[in-house]
């Protein structure tokens, strides 16, 4: 039996030994809702972990955004698709004449879904139409390539692109005629969270950390976050249900920002890699 057991250790060795690293996207959403979170997703994409970075096209600081990512061609940058605008204290409208996705003062609504402290504030729960969201997703789409010629795919901002079927449909027609089309749960991607606490900054570090230590080798994954600083301007951001915004952002900015976790990246030979790179 000796022998046998012998080549079992051997051939699981040679196994492990050409076995692929863990490859992870570490995706930034929401870079144009403020200045503090553009300055913070800066921050992760030169210093941190970040790989990936998603842009709301109507959001008021867009323009910055703009310019920010003018001086970072080889970003990897996705055009966030929103159709609501969430926070209290600071909203935004549609690019385009979408008369159905807009409220009572021309602001996109606040929910997609009904929310009890946003009695009727929901999208689904007003009469919106299937041609204005395409209206208004062609033209978030096209203003963003206008202005950042090298975005590679979408994502959906509150899950907008998830409010029926025909919208699912709509948006991969979008994707592949704007040649946008990575969906990474078409590719065997898998979506990884934090494994553990993460009320603060420790707290995420370490439990960002965990989920490093569990990827396994052959398999790619995904990691969504909203880097920000804690700023009164990131004080002034919030809504009902969701009161500290800026510590928490500041949170993830420190936990991308962490030499702790830059080592473990380096350590396990985890890839760190871009949307653009699942099609290579």
């Known amino acids: 039996m000796r022998p046998l057991f012998l080549l079992v250790i051997v051939l699981a060795n040679a196994v492990l030994a050409h076995a692929a690293p863990p490859?992870?996207?570490?995706?930034?959403?929401?870079?144009g809702a403020a200045h503090a979170i553009n300055e913070a997703i800066m921050k992760c994409h030169k210093e941190g972990i970040q790989t990936s970075i998603e842009v709301i096209v109507p959001a008021p600081w867009f323009p910055e955004a703009v310019k920010m990512l003018a001086d970072e061609p080889?970003?990897?940058?996705?055009?966030?698709?929103?159709?609501?605008?969430?926070?209290?204290?600071?909203k935004w409208r549609p690019v385009s004449d979408c008369p159905s996705l807009r409220d009572a003062d021309g602001y996109?609504?606040?929910?997609?879904?009904?929310?009890?402290?946003?009695?009727?504030q929901s999208l689904t729960e007003n009469d919106w139409q299937l041609p204005d969201v395409e209206t208004e997703l062609r033209?978030?789409?096209?203003?963003?390539?206008?202005?950042?010629?090298?975005?590679?795919?979408?994502?959906?901002?509150?899950?907008?692109?998830?409010?029926?079927?025909?919208?699912?449909?709509?948006?991969?027609?979008?994707?592949?005629?704007?040649?946008l089309d990575i969906e990474p749960s078409e590719l065997g991607v898998k979506n990884v969270g934090y494994i553990g606490p993460r009320g603060t900054s420790e707290e995420k570090i370490a439990s960002f950390i965990k989920m490093l230590e569990g990827l396994e080798q052959d398999t790619t994954y995904l990691f969504v976050d909203h880097?920000?600083?804690?700023?009164p301007e990131m004080r002034a951001i919030h809504h009902i249900?969701?009161?500290?915004?800026?510590?928490?952002?500041?949170?993830?900015t420190d936990a991308w920002t962490s030499p702790r976790v830059r080592d473990v990246v380096k350590a396990r030979g985890i890839q760190l890699i871009r949307y653009r790179d699942l099609k290579q």
């Open 74 to 90: 080889r970003a990897d940058v996705g055009i966030h698709l929103a159709l609501t605008s969430e926070w209290d204290n600071v």
């Open 108 to 120: 996109f609504f606040p929910m997609i879904y009904p929310n009890k402290n946003y009695p009727k």
């Open 227 to 231: 880097p920000g600083f804690d700023t």
């Open 241 to 252: 249900g969701y009161a500290n915004v800026a510590p928490d952002r500041q949170g993830v």
């Open 23 to 31: 490859r992870l996207i570490v995706r930034r959403d929401d870079m």
């Open 139 to 179: 033209a978030q789409i096209e203003l963003g390539l206008k202005h950042i010629p090298h975005v590679s795919h979408l994502s959906s901002h509150m899950n907008c692109t998830g409010i029926g079927d025909s919208v699912l449909a709509l948006v991969k027609k979008l994707a592949i005629e704007y040649r």
